[in-house]
């Protein structure tokens, strides 16, 4: 399957279950207390505006930059596309602990031209569990969960004899299919309205 997110090798992705401008709202709030002068504007839906393929910056060094948008099909739904390797995995955790609403983390690669190979699911719940599932590869394949399994999760993937195989692309696509997510296609990538960007100027005096 050609996945829209394969043009990366690493692509970070986050769904938040909440409507575009309350995200807005909330993201704002929680970044103007760690940023220093911010950029907003509203625009077409661009992932190259934040960061174009096929990497992605590490963190560390260089302003952030988010993109937030509503996918065709889940009006309901907040999409966040950010240019870190980690999702900006604070964002999303002060976000759900504050606001008690779930958080879906996706942290995926394309093998082919990727060297650290990393497939990670992370849920947080409305009630602040948090279940990860990951399989990344460094010297060699390593497997990891934590927290409690989801209703959509099937476990017996998780016994696969080879490690690579018991989460990768095709299986949590299959769990965002379930949850009516269809991150693989272009639709998801686009929107009926405009996006909203939030770039960092500076840093925080």
């Known amino acids: 399957?050609?996945?829209?997110?394969?043009?990366?090798?690493?692509?970070?992705?986050?769904?938040?279950?909440?409507?575009?401008?309350?995200?807005?709202?909330?993201?704002?709030?929680?970044?103007?207390?760690?940023?220093?002068?911010?950029?907003?504007?509203?625009?077409?839906?661009?992932?190259?505006?934040?960061?174009?393929?096929?990497?992605?910056?590490?963190?560390?060094?260089?302003?952030?930059?988010?993109?937030?948008?509503?996918?065709?099909?889940?009006?309901?739904?907040?999409?966040?596309?950010?240019?870190?390797?980690?999702?900006?995995?604070?964002?999303?955790?002060?976000?759900?602990?504050?606001?008690?609403?779930?958080?879906?983390?996706?942290?995926?690669?394309?093998?082919k031209i990727c060297t650290y190979p990393h497939h990670e699911i992370c849920i947080k719940t409305s009630d602040k569990n948090e279940r990860v599932v990951y399989s990344h590869f460094e010297s060699k394949w390593e497997f990891f969960d934590f927290g409690p399994i989801q209703d959509f999760e099937n476990v017996d993937y998780y016994k696969a004899k080879r490690i690579k195989d018991r989460i990768n692309n095709d299986i949590i696509n299959s769990y965002m299919g379930k949850l009516g997510l269809e991150i693989w296609t272009d639709d998801f990538y686009k929107s009926n309205k405009d996006g909203v960007y939030l770039e960092q100027l500076s840093w925080k005096n």
């Open 1 to 111: 399957m050609e996945n829209f997110y394969d043009k990366y090798e690493f692509f970070p992705l986050t769904i938040l279950d909440t409507p575009l401008e309350t995200a807005k709202a909330e993201i704002e709030g929680i970044i103007r207390n760690w940023w220093g002068d911010i950029k907003i504007e509203k625009g077409a839906v661009n992932l190259d505006k934040v960061n174009p393929p096929p990497k992605i910056t590490p963190g560390g060094a260089h302003f952030t930059k988010i993109l937030i948008w509503t996918p065709i099909n889940n009006p309901n739904m907040t999409a966040l596309f950010v240019n870190l390797q980690d999702a900006y995995n604070s964002l999303i955790h002060v976000w759900n602990d504050k606001f008690e609403k779930r958080a879906i983390t996706l942290r995926l690669s394309n093998d």
